[in-house]
């Protein structure tokens, strides 16, 4: 995150954590989403994923079914290999039927599936060498797919499962979707292309979980959540611009596209053009910096200056009656009737935030330095939830249960939305400090989509459509009345 240092922290009481509070102001306009073939209008909600009820079923290859006979060039003949080609093989069939239903367009097979090895001897593909090319892509020029077994496959496998495999497949047919539609040419920009794909490839992981793959099954609880995982795994690096060439997006742009197509009709992926992405794209130009009186970088959360600043854009956001604002403590007491959540916690009896200093520090650890941690900005908004709760139980909410957890996650979004470049807060987001909330909210124990005993929310879709709602309104009113 980043902290201007010149601007002092407003308020008499900033000088001591135990004398703070805070309120959060209310009322959202509540909102449906019409999922695009079912004719009726779906909420995302704790309980279903675009009108699916959450499951947490099987998610991978089907057991005993044939493969498929199609052929990669330079292929091994190993197991890697074997589920790409299945993964190919359905993703073809789900276009060769929608392409015609949506577009009224045919949808020919790719030419040309190839296998290479990074690691091993050095050969050309769609003119480029793959010696240590550690990707997949489609290569316009011969109408291929191409992926690499010897790490991209393995690495994806090992840490996310086989239908991480499946997703990067899918994405990149997703070009191949594009370049028989004719709607990209070499004047459309790379993230417009991305974003895209990514969201093709949520229309055809929705017919996945539907039930309908020859070679795939997917859970719409755990299953869905790896694959939003594995877009986590894939962003863009923090720092690359959403203008730079071959820009793929952060993670929280990724997951929302892939959720546009999980939601909707393939229409809705085509209308992605630079308009909407430059409205509600997360990711920074190329070339933006922090001012001179800014310290960027990760921030020590447990440091009393960064805890002062962090709740001077809690007040700001939440804003309401100082008599609401809840205190802070740097140690958690008991609290009856309520289970203590870890690296902070709410006690509706005495309307406090007690914070686990040690658990917040290794919370708010950057990921490079292999303590767990997730980073500033995850250790902060966890913090954040938990002052949510307080302005919720101000304005006569229920602290537990499923819309409890939803309602926190759109708060905190709300209040993550304050704290952007070019707001003037005392704290504002650096680049990548959204992909550090999906992370942590992906996580079991992950307390920005939980209630007041930790008890979050099945979905991961949920989890990320809720924070994404408060930070698209840039304000909390928004969200206590859409989540009842």
Known sequence: MTFRIMRAVSGGRATALGGLALAVAALLVGCTRTVDGTGTAERWSATKVAGLDITTGESGPRPGEPDTRLVADGSDGGELDR??????????????????????????????????????????????????????????????????????????????????????????LGHAVQF?????????????????????????????????????????????????????????????????????????DRVSAFQFGFGDAPGRCARIDEAEV????????????????????????????????????????????????????QSVSPC????????????????????????????????????????????????????????????????????TAQRTACMTGAWAATIVVGRGAVLQLSPGDLDEAVAEMLAPRSLIAADVNGGGIPSGFARVEAFRDGFSAGEITPCLEKYR
């Open 180 to 252: 028989r539609l004719g709607s990209v040419d070499g004047q459309t920009s790379s993230i417009v292309k991305e974003q895209q794909a990514d969201c093709y490839a949520g229309n055809f992981f929705r017919w996945v979980a539907e039930g309908n793959a020859p070679h795939f099954q997917l859970s719409t609880g755990p299953g869905l959540n790896q694959i939003l995982a594995t877009l986590f795994f894939i962003r863009d690096g923090a720092g690359t611009g959403f203008d730079a060439e071959g820009a793929h997006g952060n993670a929280f």
């Open 278 to 329: 430059r409205r509600r794209i997360t990711q920074p130009a190329s070339g933006q910096a922090s001012p001179t009186d800014e310290v960027t970088g990760n921030l020590p959360v447990d440091d009393r200056d960064s805890l002062l600043a962090l709740q001077e854009t809690l007040r700001a956001a939440f804003d309401g009656s100082a008599a609401q604002w809840p205190a802070i403590s």
């Open 336 to 403: 009856p009737e309520v289970t203590r959540t870890r690296p902070a916690s709410y006690c509706p009896a005495t309307n406090t935030v007690g914070l686990d200093l040690a658990e917040l520090g290794r919370l708010g650890t950057a990921p490079e330095q292999g303590e767990g941690g997730m980073g500033d900005f995850a250790a902060f908004a966890e913090v954040a939830s938990r002052y949510a709760l307080a302005r919720q139980q101000a304005e006569g909410y229920p602290l537990t249960g499923l819309a």
């Open 83 to 172: 589920l790409a080609r299945n993964a190919v093989a359905d993703v073809q069939k789900y276009w060769a039927d929608e392409l015609p239903a949506a577009f009224d367009r045919r949808f020919d097979p790719v030419t040309r599936l190839i296998s290479y090895d990074s690691t091993g001897p050095d050969v050309t593909v769609c003119k480029t060498s793959t010696a240590g090319a550690v990707n997949a892509f489609y290569c316009a020029l011969d109408d291929s797919v191409a992926w690499d077994r010897g790490r991209l496959l393995p690495t994806l496998n090992d840490s996310f499962g086989p239908m991480a495999v499946v997703a990067v497949l899918a994405h990149e």
